[in-house]
């Protein structure tokens, strides 16, 4: 048997910008985050010629998509004002299209507002929402207008909050429920291109990450493309005891657990390893099964 032909390998397509864009191989996501207090240091820029040079870094590395965020949510963060996230993004997006006029650009954002005015002021391509539209009311609406690809990401509680004795019965089913209504929701709006994302360590505790992981072919049965954030998280350095500086490794072990499971696309701080276990994993599942 060919592994692909297998499900995880069917013909997965997004629109950006007009063109689509083939998941049939999963891409990679690379983080620029224009913000003071991320939760990993390296990957904090500030500066116009800094945020040129790591956008240009990930598509030279083979970063199929440049993920931007203005607005910390790591765990505990105090949430900034829609003016600074403005005025963040209005600089790192500005530096970015004057070097890389036609790249993939997603924004990550909570607030309807300003995927409105990134997706109609810089052509971005995707809105990488991490409360699915809980956050701000008038998300889905926005989405639905602005016609662009949208990433619905699994969070309990609040950044403030969501850390603070996170609580399932049963994970997987209740993220799943969770992405699901909404996905539903969207689709009766008449928003095509969704992708979803369960959220890893957004309100979970390392046991919880670990089972969505596992267990993340479930989320197949939506037939949509899934992201895996996993880059250098505390589920990961937490439970090697080392610090997210050093979780590089632990990162690229994760990241090949969830492509084998059905990620279409990782969003990551290092993007070299993760296109290597990327073209690693799908020559790995290309190759016959001998009985």
């Given amino acids: 048997m060919d592994k692909s032909s297998s499900f995880f390998s069917r013909k997965k397509t997004i629109t950006c910008n007009g063109e689509i864009v083939d998941l049939s191989k999963p891409m990679v996501m690379g983080i620029i985050n224009v913000t003071p207090d991320s939760f990993y240091g390296a990957s904090r820029y500030m500066m116009r010629y800094r945020i040129a040079r790591r956008a240009k870094q990930i598509v030279e590395q083979g970063g199929g998509i440049i993920d931007v965020g203005a607005c910390s ?23 970015i299209r004057k070097v890389l006029p036609t790249a993939i650009i997603s924004v990550d954002t909570f607030r309807a507002s300003v995927a409105k005015h990134v997706v109609e002021n810089f052509g971005v391509s995707i809105i990488n929402d991490i409360s699915a539209g809980d956050m701000d009311a008038n998300m889905f609406k926005t989405i639905a207008n602005l016609n662009v690809p949208y990433i619905l990401m699994h969070m309990q509680g609040t950044p403030a909050s969501m850390q603070k004795q996170p609580q399932y019965n049963n994970v997987v089913r ?100 993760a296109v290597e276990a990327v073209t690693l994993t799908q020559f790995s599942n290309s190759q016959p099964l001998v009985n």
């Fill in 174 to 273: 209740e993220v799943f429920t969770f992405l699901n209504f909404r996905v539903e929701k969207l689709k009766l709006m008449g928003v095509n291109d969704i992708l979803i994302d369960p959220g890893f360590g957004f309100g979970k505790t390392i046991e919880h990450n670990y089972t969505l992981l596992q267990n993340l072919e479930s989320f197949c049965i939506l037939d949509l493309p899934i992201v895996a954030g996993l880059s250098r998280k505390s589920m990961i350095y937490k439970q090697l005891n080392i610090s997210p500086k050093e979780a590089l490794n632990g990162t690229t072990v994760l990241n090949t657990i969830a492509l084998n499971n059905g990620a279409k696309i990782l969003r990551v701080h290092d993007v070299k390893e």
């Fill in 73 to 95: 949510t790591r765990p505990g963060a105090e949430l900034v004002s829609e003016k600074d996230e403005l005025k963040r993004l209005d600089k790192a997006l500005s530096a």
